[in-house]
């Protein structure tokens, strides 16, 4: 089946079996680094990636649901201005998520931030996607808030 979407800002022409997950097409057929493993629907949260914006557990997405979407990783997302926005918020907080976590709780703060949620309950339960506990509800809420302050000093230096 040949499969059309953008990743990483590449628009691609994949044939690929319809069935093969997200995780193991970008581990194999596009030898992405960011994502850690495929547990086949474990959630352990190692292999999100964002789908239109949308943190997704890639072991559980099927190619043919791809068709079509904006997908970002890890790989690409740590080359942005957005990204170091939210290292500096986990510097300012003074936490972090482990390194077994790190990439797709990252991508999740990304997701929320750009969505503009902001209700602490909403962030906690979207970062609970992550079966890791090593931040507290409160240091991932705190983290959130930071980033966003830190994006709008950014944007009132630059007007």
Known sequence: MKIE??????????????NKPLSRILMDNLDNRSIKTHCEGEMCGQCIVLI??????SCLVPAFEIRGKNIITFDSFQKTKNYKDIERAYEVV??????????????????????????DEDIIKELDI??????????????????????????????
């Open 5 to 18: 979407c953008t990743i990483d800002g590449s628009t691609l022409s994949l044939s690929l079996n319809s």
């Open 52 to 57: 239109n914006n949308k943190p997704v557990l």
């Open 94 to 119: 003074k936490a972090r998520p482990c390194p077994n976590c790190f990439n797709a709780k990252t991508l999740i703060i990304e997701s929320l931030i750009s969505r503009g949620e902001t209700d």
């Open 130 to 159: 992550v079966k890791c506990h090593c931040l507290t509800p409160q240091d991932a809420v705190r983290i959130v808030k930071e980033t966003i302050e830190i994006r709008r000093r950014r944007r009132v230096r630059r007007s």
